[in-house]
T-cell receptor, first 110, second 117 residues
Framework: AQRVTQPEKLLSVFKGAPVELKCNYS??????LFWYVQYSRQRLQLLLR??SRESIKGFTADLNKGETSFHLKKPFAQEEDSAMYYC????????????FGQGTRLTINP | SQTIHQWPATLVQPVGSPLSLECTVE??????LYWYRQAAGRGLQLLFY??????ISSEVPQNLSASRPQDRQFILSSKKLLLSDSGFYLC????????????????FGPGTRLTVT
């Protein structure tokens, strides 16, 4: 069965420091992976998807099939990056379901 | 452009009372629709999903039910609320496209905070 593991519930870094949010997954096939973000008092929104190979708000994520990981990285954290981050994996075929990790709350200290 | 609405934003209900949460999507047709519960430290738990009018699939056994009376309307209900039903409920939609390749992105509503007292 598909599963997503985000090992850190809480992560705190200083402004300007690099940040890495970890995500590991289990999936027998070709997965699609996503990062979602929820800022304070805002709705959950899509941050980026691995198939787009894009950088959004300075964040990137590379799919490593050998390590079954999809870590989210940013070289220089900013205070506005403080939020809840969820890693998500494409679920079983049909209905385009997503399997979400437990989330990591990122706090950027000034 | 597409938008998704949920109401009410907050709700306080006594144990044993009925529940009805509504979700509507605008600007698209034949979407897949989803109900999640978001709990601190537990991530997002998929409760129900629907690929069309009247088609409901349940992911976990519970005290809740869902219905899709119209293409862009998704309702979460309960006949008698339990204390354990308290939580933050999210509705999401997906374009429902599966050809040539499935689109998996989901787009979320603002959520409903339910407190059962």
């Amino acid at each position: 069965a598909q599963r997503v593991t985000q090992p850190e519930k809480l992560l705190s870094v200083f402004k300007g420091a690099p940040v890495e949010l970890k995500c590991n997954y289990s999936y027998s096939g070709s997965p699609e992976l996503f990062w979602y973000v929820q800022y304070s008092r805002q709705r959950l929104q899509l941050l980026l998807r691995h198939i787009s190979r894009e950088s959004i708000k300075g964040f990137t994520a590379d799919l490593n099939k050998g390590e079954t990981s999809f870590h989210l990285k940013k070289p220089f954290a900013q205070e506005e990056d403080s939020a809840m981050y969820y890693c998500a994996l494409s679920g079983p075929k049909g209905a385009q379901k997503l399997v979400f990790g437990q989330g990591t709350r990122l706090t950027i200290n000034p | 452009s597409q938008t998704i609405h949920q109401w009410p934003a907050t709700l306080v209900q006594p144990v044993g009372s009925p529940l009805s949460l509504e979700c509507t999507v605008e600007g698209t047709s034949n979407p897949n629709l989803y109900w999640y519960r978001q709990a601190a430290g537990r991530g997002l738990q998929l409760l129900f999903y629907s690929v069309g009018i009247g088609q409901i699939s349940s992911e976990v056994p519970q005290n809740l039910s869902a219905s899709r009376p119209q293409d862009r309307q998704f309702i979460l209900s309960s006949k008698k609320l339990l204390l354990s039903d308290s939580g933050f409920y999210l509705c999401a939609w997906n374009p429902g496209r599966s050809f040539p390749t499935p689109l998996y992105e989901q787009y979320f509503g603002p959520g409903t905070r339910l407190t059962v007292t």
